[in-house]
Nanobody
């Protein structure tokens, strides 16, 4: 499976961006796509995920209400709509795939270690 992110850029605080994660064809029974970000000098952190079989979406508390993840299965693409961006959102954003889907669950939440295939990332810079 290959993943390609796009849509990053430089924006002012309060503005919006939509990131895309296009994946190659995947024939597994279930999967999940996760969005992660890594700021300079910091570890990669999970942001959101969406489960392929159910469409269930999970978010970390710091982005709830501002970020929305969605999927267009006809295009094999997952989107991350980011609104009311803050300078703290500045990071390289990556999408990853969990080829079993178990890392994105309403019961267990988002399990970072379940995502083991990544795209190259897209830079998001939010100016104050």
């Amino acid at each position: 499976v290959q993943l390609v992110e796009s849509g990053g850029g430089l924006v002012q605080a309060g503005k919006s961006l939509r990131l895309s994660c296009a994946r190659s064809e995947f024939t597994g029974r279930d999967y999940a796509i996760g969005w992660f970000r890594q700021a300079p000098g910091k570890e990669r952190e999970v942001v959101s995920c969406i489960r392929g079989s159910s469409g269930w979406a999970g978010y970390v508390d710091s982005v709830k209400g501002r970020l929305t993840v969605s999927e267009d299965k006809s295009k094999n693409t997952v989107y991350l709509q980011m609104n009311r961006l803050k300078p703290d959102d500045t990071a390289v954003y990556y999408c990853g795939i969990d080829v079993y889907g178990l890392g994105c669950s309403p019961v267990a939440g988002i399990t970072k270690g379940a995502f083991n295939l990544w795209g190259q990332g897209t830079q998001v810079t939010v100016s104050s």
